[in-house]
């Protein structure tokens, strides 16, 4: 598996943007789902968004889409979010997993779902 560490996070206006990094190490980064999950206090972990492996195809959350933008750079091994028109409810500790098995993907995601995890980053979206 792939160790995960995310950076980016930050305090942004509403309207704002950030884009957050995962920076892997470890074997096998090119041959997983990666995904970004985001945890708001009192709530439970929710799915973002996840992208397939050779970036084929992403997968957004209804809430994030068309405001978010999940990429990756294999040859980095990094994953990154785009966040654009940031809205309050925004506002979690944004965290990068990697898929428990390798060439693996599906159409809806859940935390078990995914073996390896970041310690996340804080995002924060107030005026």
């Known amino acids: 598996q792939v160790q995960l560490v995310e950076s980016g996070g930050g305090l942004v206006q509403p309207g704002g943007s950030l884009k957050l990094a995962c920076a892997a190490s470890?074997?096998?980064?090119?041959?997983?789902?990666m995904a970004w999950f985001r945890q708001a206090p009192g709530k439970e972990r929710e799915f973002v968004a996840a992208i397939s492996w050779a970036a084929g195809w992403a997968n957004y959350a209804d809430s994030v889409k068309g405001r978010f933008f999940i990429s990756r750079d294999n040859a980095k091994t990094t994953l990154y979010l785009e966040m654009n028109s940031l809205k309050d409810e925004d506002t979690a500790v944004y965290y990068c997993?990697?898929?428990?098995?390798?060439?693996?993907?599906?159409?809806?995601?859940?935390?078990?779902?995914?073996?390896?995890w970041g310690q996340g980053t804080q995002v924060t979206v107030s005026s």
């Open positions: 997993a990697a898929y428990k098995t390798t060439y693996t993907a599906k159409t809806m995601y859940q935390p078990p779902d995914f073996g390896s």
């Open positions: 470890g074997r096998g980064f090119s041959t997983y789902t």
